[in-house]
C-alpha cells in the first residue's frame, strides 16, 4: 500500500470555493489501475489558514506514480491555475507527502 497525501492552507474566507472546486472537479482516479480511495479532509483552522489534505491510498507506490504520469493525473490537474480570486487561495503551494506502511492494524487483529 502506498499513501499520497497533500496538504493545503487555505486562505480564511476561501473555504467553500476551495470545497466546490474539489467537488466538481472530475478526478479519473476510478480509471487507474491500483488506486483504492481518495478523501478530502479538512483540519484545523488557524488564524490566518485553514488546513487540508488531500488523501489517495494506492496498491502499491508504483501504482500511484504510473498515475502522476498518466494522461488522467494531466487532465485532472489542467485547469488547477485557472482558479485566480481577488485574495489568493492558498498560503504558498501544496505540500505533498508519500508513505508506505510499515505497521498495519485492522479492527478484528488479534492482540499481541
Known amino acids: 500500500m502506498f499513501i499520497a497525501m497533500n496538504r493545503f492552507k487555505v486562505t480564511p474566507g476561501q473555504e467553500a470555493e476551495f470545497e466546490r472546486i474539489w467537488r466538481e ?4 482516479l476510478n480509471t487507474m489501475p491500483g488506486f483504492i480511495e481518495f478523501h478530502l479532509l479538512k483540519g ?5 489558514h ?3 489534505s488531500s488523501h489517495t491510498t494506492w496498491a ?7 498515475w502522476t504520469n498518466s494522461e ?3 487532465a485532472a490537474h489542467a485547469r488547477a491555475g485557472e482558479h485566480k480570486p481577488a485574495v489568493p487561495m ?6 505533498f507527502e508519500g508513505f ?8 478484528g487483529d488479534k492482540a499481541a
Not at 472537479?25 to 479519473?28: A, D, E, P, V, W
Request: a positive charge; aromatic letters at 14%; proline letters at 8%.
Open 44 to 48: 484545523p483552522k488557524k488564524e490566518d
Open 100 to 107: 508506505e506502511p510499515v505497521l498495519t492494524e485492522r479492527k
Open 25 to 28: 472537479r472530475k478526478s479519473y
Open 50 to 52: 485553514s488546513l487540508y
Open 60 to 66: 502499491t507506490k508504483q501504482d500511484f506514480e504510473n
Open 90 to 95: 492558498y498560503l504558498g503551494h501544496p505540500e
Open 72 to 74: 488522467g493525473f494531466r
